[in-house]
């Protein structure tokens, strides 16, 4: 069954250095997202992706994070300068269509030091 | 605007008995709404959705939920808890053609023997 997959599952950082999550989303999906889930707490949208630009970003998607569609398949979020409030499970989700199911990755859990 | 208000953060129930957890939608639209479960390091799998098709929607796992517009509920319920049911439920909603999920804050479920 096709699935998304995020790496890596773990990492962990100093504060103020870069960090890259990559997914690879399934295959024939159009429109791509990242999530955010800090402990404890509700699952929360950064920003969605189609057609090779950002359609829609949140508060949270400020100038520290980006997104990319590098290769066709790989969609990562960078985020520039970690702080410590970035120390989350982030999500990767794709989805075929709008109306479609969001299928989401198993997440990566970034802690920042 | 959308969002979902999942009422109770924590649910125990017994092996056997009812599984009830509570969602409640605003939007101003009609809304696309979906319930996710999480198990511990996990990610999100899709329960079941509601897609202004049949208001009762039957999903895996045994679980159901009904659309009441009237009372804007989505509420998800499965007659017999298993153990294997215990993990954190996440209620969501989108528009019929749009873009970004919003999710509710989760409800835990624990399963007692």
């Known amino acids: 069954e096709p699935e998304v997959t995020q790496t890596p599952s773990h990492q962990v950082t100093q504060m103020g250095q870069e960090v890259i999550l990559r997914c690879v989303p399934i295959s024939n999906h159009l429109y791509f997202y990242w999530y955010r889930q800090i402990l404890g707490q509700k699952v929360e949208f950064l920003v969605s992706f189609y057609n090779n630009e950002i359609s829609e970003k949140s508060e949270i998607f400020d100038d520290q994070f980006s997104v990319e569609r590098p290769d066709g398949s790989n969609f990562t979020l960078k985020i520039r300068s970690t702080k410590l409030e970035d120390s989350a499970m982030y999500f990767c989700?794709?989805?075929?269509?709008?109306?479609?199911?969001?299928?989401f990755g198993e997440g990566s859990r970034l802690t920042v030091l | 605007a959308q969002s979902v208000t999942q009422l109770g953060s924590h649910v125990s129930v017994s092996e056997g008995a009812l599984v009830l957890l509570r969602c409640n939608y605003s939007s101003s639209v009609p809304p696309y709404l979906f319930w996710y479960v999480q198990y511990p390091n996990q990610g999100l799998q899709l329960l079941l959705k509601y897609t202004s098709a049949a208001t009762l929607v039957k999903g895996i796992n045994g679980f159901e939920a009904e659309f009441k517009k009237s009372e804007t509920s989505f509420h998800l319920t499965k007659p017999s808890a298993h153990m294997s049911d215990a993990a954190e439920y996440f209620c969501?909603?989108?528009?019929?053609?749009?873009?970004?999920?919003?999710f509710g804050t989760g409800t835990s479920l624990t399963v007692i023997p």
């Open positions: 969501a909603v989108t528009l019929n053609t749009g873009n970004q999920f919003y």
């Open positions: 989700a794709s989805k075929v269509g709008e109306t479609g199911e969001l299928f």
